[in-house]
């Protein structure tokens, strides 16, 4: 069974920056691509970075272009998400998911991933 734990949401004052980590088990993690996703209450989920497999191809949604890395340790199958020059619009809960599309690259779509995390909070004040 696959599992995501992710952790190192919190508060923080705009300006600050967070990295954000997500623990895989239960599969090689390393043969799938990883997503982080955000969600606030009333909205959807979405997409905010994507990693492929390898590692060799990253995509961001525009808001956190700049900003926000995402990054991948396979020996150590985690995901990392460092979020720098946070803004109050960053709050959300953050979700890692995990594709089920061996050797692939990323896909910014919710129905791309099987697995999920169970979120962890961050909330930038102004």
């Known amino acids: 069974q696959v599992q995501l734990v992710e952790s190192g949401g919190g508060l923080v004052q705009a300006g600050a920056s967070l990295r954000l980590s997500c623990a895989a088990s239960?599969?090689?993690?390393?043969?799938?691509?990883m997503g982080w996703f955000r969600q606030v209450p009333g909205k959807e989920r979405e997409f905010v970075a994507g990693i492929s497999w390898r590692g060799g191809s990253t995509g961001y949604t525009d808001p956190v272009k700049g900003r926000f890395t995402i990054s991948r340790d396979n020996a150590k199958n985690k995901v990392y998400l460092q979020m720098s020059s946070l803004k109050p619009g960053d709050t959300a809960v953050y979700y890692c998911?995990?594709?089920?599309?061996?050797?692939?690259?990323?896909?910014?779509?919710?129905?791309?991933?099987?697995?999920w995390g169970q979120g962890t909070q961050v909330t930038v004040s102004s």
């Open positions: 239960g599969r090689t993690s390393a043969n799938y691509p």
């Open positions: 998911a995990s594709s089920n599309r061996e050797y692939s690259n990323f896909n910014v779509e919710r129905s791309a991933y099987a697995y």
